[in-house]
């Protein structure tokens, strides 16, 4: 399943509403998705998971959604750490695969 | 809690081969999960290589398959992975992961740099 994020790049501040799609080339069964956050030099980290179930520890201004083909990651209000790279990655079929990336910038 | 580190050459030669070891602390590699490893070319997305289970039966990326092998050492709790007849595109940094109930990665080493070059 090919994974396509979009936008490539998003530039908004901070306190502003952040919306990341990722669309899968065909339905990811049982909403198997997860969205991770890179920051540079750090290895991911594990945001969301089944599509919209939040890890531990992470804040609850970010939010997943969606089924299908379609994917959503939502932060609420943007923080100042909050600026990255996302990735979505699909583990509903072999191989697991993985979204190019959304680069989340200040503006 | 689970904590995984890499450690490996950060220099192969063209046509050599690559090998990294990831080591478990914090938890048994024979604890019912699978064990992964990730890469990521510089500047680029991240590409899932292959993965593990602790009985020692693994699954590759079809892109790979004919390349790599994925180990597991239960006695130094840690797996590793081999990757043969490396060019400079197998050039990036490498991650292993835990994969969580068989489905996504968490947590995740540190990464280690790699670099094809002669």
């Known amino acids: 399943i090919v994974l396509t994020q979009s936008p490539a790049t998003l530039s908004l501040s901070p306190g502003d509403r952040a919306t990341l799609s990722c669309e899968a080339s065909r339905s990811v069964s049982g909403s198997f998705l997860a969205w991770y956050q890179q920051k540079p030099g750090l290895a991911p980290r594990l945001l969301i998971y089944?599509?919209?179930s939040r890890a531990t520890g992470i804040p609850d201004r970010f939010s997943g959604s969606g089924s299908g083909t379609d994917f959503t990651l939502t932060i609420s209000r943007l923080e100042p750490e909050d600026f990255a790279v996302y990735y979505c990655?699909?583990?509903?079929?072999?191989?697991?695969?993985f979204g190019q990336g959304t680069k989340l910038e200040i503006k | 809690q689970v904590q995984l580190q890499e450690s490996g050459p950060g220099l192969v030669k063209p046509s050599g081969t690559l090998s990294l070891t990831c080591a478990v602390s914090g938890g048994s590699i024979s604890s019912g999960n699978w064990w992964s490893w990730v890469r990521q070319p510089p500047g680029k997305g991240l590409e899932w290589i292959g993965e593990?289970?602790?009985?020692?039966?693994?699954n590759y990326n079809p892109s790979l398959k004919s390349r790599v092998t994925i180990s597991v050492d239960k006695s130094n709790n840690q797996f590793s992975l081999r990757l043969s007849s490396v060019t400079a595109a197998d050039t990036a940094v490498y991650f292993c992961a835990r994969v969580r109930f068989g489905n996504w990665f968490d947590p995740w080493g540190q990464g280690t740099q790699v670099t094809v070059s002669s």
């Open positions: 990655q699909q583990y509903g079929s072999s191989p697991r695969t």
């Open positions: 089944d599509a919209s």
């Open positions: 593990i289970y602790h009985s020692g039966s693994p």
